[in-house]
């Protein structure tokens, strides 16, 4: 595989992916249209994913760009070579900034991925975490554009919610100082604070003020 090969597939184990097996005697037998083209992309072989993207740029098609945004920020190519293939079918010149082309893809309001690019999606997120898949596949209804869906950083449900906290006194709280932020509220006469250094770790707390349930999402 390479030294090159073999320091991609540890980056991406670090991250959870898993890629797919092609067998090295189909890559003679090159796909001819975008979406299959698009799933070399998630080979393990380096050069049958090499091979895919060089058959991508040479089919010209603008709707490969979307993907290959993606494929830049999970670093599924180490080198330069799929911000070449950006540049050259979007005519930008941002290099490896990931959020420059994210931004300037929210602007090009007409270009569309191919039909199977969400399937695609799905497939790369799951490679993170299975349980994406219940989010990003086939026929998915949808407002947001799937271009513009990216990956938080942790699994699904990686940030625990905080369920009925223990609460202490307000002259107890001392790990507080006196210019923090808190989220306050008060319900049938029971006042509670949510200090913000602790909603940073978790989001979202369950709890029961006042006796009624509540949910504060941050």
Known sequence: MGKRGTRLLARLALAGLVLITVPASTWSQAPSNLDA?????????????QHSLQAIVRLGDRAAIPPLIDALV????????????????????????WRQWVEWLETQRTLRPSPGYVAWKGDLFSRIDPAFAEFLYPGVKHRARIEEIQWGGVRKDGIPALTNPRHIRPSAATYLTPDELVLGLSVNGDARAYPLRIMDWHEMANDVVGGTAIAIAY
């Open 37 to 49: 083209l698009l799933t070399g992309l998630l080979a393990e072989e380096p050069a049958l994913r």
């Open 74 to 97: 999970f670093d599924l190519f180490l080198d330069s070579s799929v911000v070449s293939a950006l540049e050259q079918l979007s005519g930008q010149r941002f290099g490896r900034d």
